[in-house]
């Protein structure tokens, strides 16, 4: 059901924990299926692409237990998983549906993945590639670009293989892979993807060689359960922060939010365009986190490029849309990957702040924005993608007018509490 934005120039104010990191709490469930023993995992976010990995190992006969503050799961380790009967359902989420690619090439039984829409139309061969390099039978349509997916299990053996693509999702199903694999299987990664599949290999007890962009892993190693502490996600964090610094007279705390260098493209970003934010690192085990606190900002224009794009890559809607309030130009670059997200998101960006009156134009790998503009109401699309749905709800807070958005529900995707959480910084 669509939903009606009117704001009156508001004033951000308050503390929130934004939920749980997203890639995190994905591989918090495959490293728990993958291991021997119980793992516990606290801050998992409940999204719908989190749940869609839950019930893909449910269906591999893992025991997951979720209760509102903790998930469990009880594995005899991968050994034991068990041939599904029915389609794995990854539902919207690319990062399950290319992991667990990684995962189900090494076993010894046959499987069908299977997503909605989105995930029908987002390139595969990135990862069957590597995959059947290493030995891996997996069929698709268009010889394996595209899902449904049928893989039929085999013993692989380790690769030697330079990415072609910065993805930290082809990274992590070599990965996966390569622990079923024989011999030691090595990755070099010319542009650095976050790592968070390295840091939780070694959080499960393996070992991981990481030198100079190149990745080491040797098959046949065992994971042990381990308990699992799931910072906020800097992704959904990020829209907060956008909001509080364009809107006028605004403080925000957004406390335990993950800060791995990996990720933090975005704060390195907004810093330059002239954005005051505090920083206070915790104390932390694994992951790193800190609070932050934004203030309301006069922003310039910046460029963004290079190996900057994977730090920040899912941000990119956002960043666009605070670009339309910073005085000058900003020029975005390198950033092609955008067109194979839940969708297009150069050309969805692009029309949909168009249409609110920004000054925006597309290009082939990313797009050039002139600012500062006063944003008109508009009729906003999300296509289905839970950013883009949030960058016209937080484009609604300085909008002159009502922002009527189509599909506000996707946002549960990544962020379910999203719309609580913005009225009460927003009250
Ligand atoms: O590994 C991950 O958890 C993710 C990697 C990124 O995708 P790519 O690997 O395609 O860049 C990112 O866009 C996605 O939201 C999550
Ligand atoms: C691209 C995203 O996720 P995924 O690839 O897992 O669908 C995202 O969350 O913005």
Known sequence: MALSLA???PSLKGSIQVPGDKS???RAIMFGSIATGKTTVEGFLMGDDCLSTISCFKKLGVQIDVTDDLVTIQSEGEKYWEEPSEVLDTGNSGTTTRLMLGLLAGTSFHSVMAGDESI?????KRI????REMGADIRGRHDGQYTPLAVQGTQLKAIDYTLPVASAQVKSAILLAALKADGQTIIHEPIASRDHTEIMLEHFGATVNREDHVIKLEGGQKLTAAHV???GDISSAAFMIGAALITEDSKVTLTNVGINPTRTGILDVVEKMGAVIEVEEKETAGERSADLTIYSSDLKGTEISGDLIPRLIDEIPLIALIATQAKGTTVIKDAEELRVKETDRIAAVVTE????GANIEA???GMIIHGPTVLTGADMTSYGD?????????AALVASSEVVIDDPECISISYPNFFDQLNLLTN
């Open 24 to 26: 995190i709490s994905h």
């Open 128 to 131: 069957i590639n590597p995959l």
């Open 386 to 394: 839970h950013r883009l749905g949030m960058m016209a709800a937080i």
């Open 120 to 124: 029908a139309k987002r390139p595969m």
């Open 7 to 9: 704001f009156k120039k």
């Open 229 to 231: 502490q799931v910072p």
């Open 363 to 365: 290009t082939e790998d």
């Open 353 to 356: 702040l168009s249409k609110m």
